[in-house]
C-alpha cells in the first residue's frame, strides 16, 4: 500500500469548469479517507485524477514521495471499486475474482492465486457462492464480488466511487461494518467518496469536506461534527440536521448573526422558551421532536421514546455551551 498526497491539484472541463481548485491533502499508508461532498463536488474526479483517468491541469500526486503525474493509469497500480458492479456475468464468482490476478502483468502461479481468491471470499462472507454464475447473485453479493475483485489485487490504493449506494439499507449497513473490518485487517490505504454522512462517519479516519471543487475541511469524524468551520460544513454531517437558526432567536450577541445547534443540545419538558410541537418521529433509540418557535422550526432529539401530541404547547432550553456561531459569510466565528 502507499501514502497518496495531492499538492495544489488543479482540473478545468472545457476551459471554464473549475472541477478541482488547489486540492491539497495527505492520505496515509493504511489510512480510510473518505471524501464527502453533494453531487457536484468534485468526488469522482479526484478520484479520476489519482488514477489517471483524468489528466490534470496543474499540480502534483505523489506515491510514496513519488511523483506519478505523468504516468499512465496501468503503472499507478490503483483499483477502482464502483457503484455498478461490472461482473464479467458468464464467469464464476472464482473466475471474476481471480480474473484482475491473472494478468500478464502480474504472472502468479494458479495456487497463490487459489489461495488469494478463498481467503478474500471468506472475508466477504462469500465462500459458498465461488462456484456460481455472476448472474446467478443478489445484488449485495454482485457488489461484495466486486468489492473482492478488486481486494485480491493489493493495489497502492483503492479508490471506491460511492459502492455501496445502489444497495437497500440495511444491506449498506452490513457492508460498511465488513469494509471496515477488512480494510483494517489488510491495513489497506482507501480513499472512499459518499454523499451519505452515516457511510462517512462509520468508515473514515479522516474526512475530507468538499464544496465546488474545493476542500473545505479535514479532519477525523469525531471534529468534523462537533468543530465545523462553516455552516456547509456543519450540515454535511448530523442526523436529525443541525438547526440553523438567527441568535437573536435567543436574545444571544447583536455581533453573531446566525447560530448552530444540534438537536441533541435542545432538551423540552422544561426550560425558558416555548413552543408547539408540529411532528414527532420516533426512530426507537430516539425520538426527534420538531418545535415551532417564534415562525421557525426546530429539532430536538431524546433518547428514547417520547408521548406527546401534535400541537401541544411544550417547553425547552438550550445548551449554551454547545451553540456555534456563524458570521455573515457562514464561516464559523471562533472564541478568542
Do not use: W
Amino acid at each position: 500500500m502507499a501514502k497518496v498526497e495531492l499538492k495544489n491539484l488543479n482540473k478545468t472541463y472545457n476551459k471554464k469548469i473549475e472541477a478541482l481548485q488547489d486540492i491539497n491533502l495527505t492520505i496515509e499508508d493504511g489510512q480510510f479517507f473518505v471524501l464527502l461532498g453533494p453531487s457536484g463536488a468534485g468526488k469522482t474526479t479526484t478520484l479520476r485524477c489519482i488514477g489517471g483517468l483524468e489528466k490534470i491541469d496543474s499540480g502534483s500526486i505523489l506515491f510514496n514521495d513519488e511523483p506519478v503525474t505523468e504516468d499512465q493509469p496501468a503503472s499507478r497500480d490503483v483499483c477502482f471499486v464502483f457503484q455498478q458492479y461490472s461482473l464479467y456475468p458468464h464467469y464464476s464468482v472464482y473466475e471474476n475474482l481471480a480474473f484482475p490476478l491473472r494478468s500478464p502483468m502480474r504472472k502468479l502461479p494458479e495456487e497463490q492465486i487459489k489461495n488469494k481468491v478463498e481467503n478474500i471470499a471468506a472475508m466477504l462472507k462469500i465462500s459458498n457462492k465461488l462456484n456460481n454464475k455472476a448472474t446467478q447473485l443478489s445484488g449485495g453479493e454482485m457488489q461484495r464480488v466486486a468489492i473482492g475483485r478488486a481486494l485480491v489485487r493489493e493495489p497502492n490504493i483503492y479508490l471506491m466511487d460511492e459502492p455501496l449506494s445502489s444497495l437497500d439499507a440495511k444491506l449498506r449497513e452490513t457492508l460498511r461494518v465488513e469494509l471496515k473490518n477488512i480494510q483494517t485487517n489488510l491495513k489497506a490505504t482507501i480513499l472512499y467518496v459518499t454523499h451519505d454522512q452515516a457511510e462517512a462517519t462509520t468508515l473514515a479516519d479522516k474526512i475530507g469536506v468538499l464544496k465546488e471543487g474545493k476542500i473545505v475541511q479535514i479532519g477525523a469524524p469525531e471534529e468534523i461534527y462537533e468543530n465545523p468551520d462553516s455552516i456547509y460544513v456543519s450540515q454535511r454531517l448530523g442526523s436529525p440536521k443541525i438547526n440553523i437558526l438567527p441568535s437573536s432567536l435567543f436574545g444571544m450577541a447583536d455581533n453573531i448573526p446566525t447560530i448552530g445547534i444540534r438537536p441533541e443540545n435542545i432538551s423540552i419538558g422544561s426550560g425558558q422558551y416555548s413552543g408547539k410541537i408540529i411532528s414527532i418521529e420516533n426512530l426507537g433509540s430516539e425520538t426527534v421532536v420538531a418545535i415551532s418557535f417564534q415562525e421557525h422550526e426546530i429539532l430536538a432529539s431524546i433518547q428514547g421514546n417520547y408521548k406527546s401530541s401534535i400541537n401541544e404547547t411544550i417547553n425547552f432550553d438550550i445548551n449554551v455551551q454547545k451553540v456555534l456561531n456563524f458570521d455573515e459569510k457562514g464561516n464559523r466565528i471562533y472564541e478568542r
